[in-house]
């Protein structure tokens, strides 16, 4: 029988897949035909820029964290690899929030700043969740599933119930894998992020309330990704529990 914490994080990981696979609600397909026609009316070429330049800046940050996140954590109960995780994500959090706040008072072009600076907080937590899990983020298999982990977090219910199945059943997945990860999708993966934080950054560029918005919407982005982040691996820390083979029927 499972010990009462993870059946804590049996029972949260339950209500979260819940809620990954709802399918989307009217006012869900709503935003997305809107979002859609917006970035229909985007020239070819902006498009492709975007997506190279998100891909770069995505690119150097996963590259400097394989080099500077610590070793995997093995050996350790899950409830001690939550403690950890939930101690990074408070401490990310609180720097994506003060960031947030200095480049929203900052007004626009200062706010301009915070993209590459926010986009490389939440790449660099996923790195530490992952190690605390027990994940070796050197395999760039696992560096595609934090991609993934946040494409999951920040994209329309459409893209997330599809994203979800692909993780939900990640170990036999990654099996068909190229051995790079060229095949990517990175124009899905920046449209869905830009079009995800548009609303709950614009206000950010406006004086005076833009310090606020700012810190606010940091804040909760973050607290989004950490509670992606971590039932993504609850979801894969009981995948592997049921596949062992109980010690009775080995003898």
């Not at 993870?6 to 997305?32: C, G, I, S, V």
């Not at 692909?166 to 099996?175: M, N, P, T």
Request: hydrophobic fraction near 45%; proline fraction near 5%; charged fraction near 20%.
């Amino acid at each position: 029988m499972p010990a009462p914490t993870e059946e804590q994080a049996h029972a949260a990981l339950h209500a979260w897949q819940q809620q990954m696979q709802r399918p989307p609600t009217r006012l869900n397909r709503f935003a997305r035909r809107v979002q859609l026609r917006l970035n229909a009316l985007l020239p070819e070429r902006v498009h492709q820029a975007i997506t190279a330049a998100i891909k770069q800046m995505v690119r150097g940050v996963l590259f400097s964290s394989t080099h500077t996140t610590r070793r995997p954590l093995l050996g350790a109960p899950l409830a001690t690899r939550e403690a950890e995780v939930r101690t990074r994500i408070r401490d990310y959090r609180m720097m994506a929030t003060a960031e947030g706040a200095v480049t929203g008072a900052g007004g626009f072009l200062l706010g301009l700043a915070d993209f590459p600076l926010l986009l490389g907080f939440k790449i660099k937590l996923l790195f530490e969740v992952a190690t605390l899990y027990g994940y070796d983020v050197r395999d760039y298999s696992e560096r595609l599933y934090l991609l993934y982990v946040f494409q999951l977090a920040f994209s329309s219910q459409h893209t997330r119930n599809a994203t979800y199945h692909r993780l939900s059943d990640w170990e036999a997945y990654r099996l068909t894998l190229p051995p790079e990860a060229a095949d990517f999708d990175w124009r899905t993966f920046q449209q869905e992020y830009r079009d995800y934080i548009d609303l709950a950054k614009m206000a950010q560029l406006v004086p005076v309330i833009g310090a606020a918005v700012g810190a606010l919407a940091n804040y909760k982005l973050m607290e989004q990704l950490g509670e992606t982040a971590m039932n993504c691996y609850r979801m894969r820390h009981f995948a592997a529990e049921d596949l062992q083979v109980p010690t009775a029927l080995l003898e």
